[in-house]
């Protein structure tokens, strides 16, 4: 399974980008870079996922390098609702024929939003 | 849609007693899965179901039982609780195949004493 790496806390004034880096340097061609947040006590929240081209969607944005060995997560005008665990995933196949999908959670980046 | 509902909310058992946590989900999703989340650590999977009549083992099964009779309902059964299943338990669904995002339930906080 290829591994992820995120610092484990950031901070972001409210009204600014934030900007989450992950690193993912043993990702296999066919395996997808996720990103989902859990603000505190509830379940975890899809925010975007992508390959190799950089996706927008209207929570986030979500830039690869050229070599996909890296991602960042960009909350383009963080609000104090953002504060949250925010976990990179690079998702993997297992089971028959590759057709069954398990997320893998590390410990994430604590983002913290400040007025 | 109600997306993915999980009950109860929160549940205290003494060790050794039995229980079922609910999951249901009215998204017609084929995939459904457990996880638990302890203090300080990322959800690891317990079991999980590609459709109707099949399931499997994730991670951390060991203490635990599943079932899938219907689309919509993943049960998970603690046969004998233990002190070490002390944690939240949060079901997620998804359609099938790559690229497809998981939808969690709002999980259930179980206190084993």
């Known amino acids: 399974d290829a591994k992820t790496t995120q610092p484990p806390s950031m901070d972001c004034a409210e009204g600014r980008a934030a900007n989450l880096p992950c690193n993912h340097s043993t990702i296999s061609g066919n395996e997808y870079v996720y990103w989902y947040r859990q603000i505190h006590s509830q379940g975890p929240q899809y925010i975007i996922h992508g390959l190799k081209n950089n996706e927008t969607n209207e929570m986030a944005s979500l830039i690869i390098t050229e070599d996909r060995k890296s991602s960042t997560l960009i909350l383009p005008h963080a609000t104090l609702r953002d504060t949250a665990v925010y976990y990179c995933?690079?998702?993997?196949?297992f089971g028959s024929g590759g057709s069954n999908y398990k997320l893998t959670f590390g410990k994430g980046t604590l983002l913290t939003v400040n007025p | 849609n109600a997306g993915v509902t999980q009950t109860p909310k929160f549940q205290v058992l003494k060790t050794g007693q039995s229980m079922t946590l609910q999951c249901a989900q009215d998204?017609?999703?084929?995939?459904m899965s457990w996880y638990r989340q302890d203090p300080g650590m990322g959800l690891r999977l317990i079991h999980y179901s590609v459709g109707a009549g099949i399931t499997d083992q994730g991670e951390v099964p060991n203490g635990y039982n599943v079932s899938r009779s219907t689309t919509e309902d993943f049960p998970l059964r603690l046969l004998s609780a233990a002190p070490s299943q002390t944690s939240v338990y949060f079901c997620?669904?998804?359609?099938f195949g790559r690229g497809y995002e998981q939808y969690f339930g709002p999980g259930t906080r179980l206190t084993v004493t």
């Open positions: 998204m017609n999703h084929e995939y």
């Open positions: 997620a669904s998804s359609y």
């Open positions: 995933i690079v998702r993997v196949a």
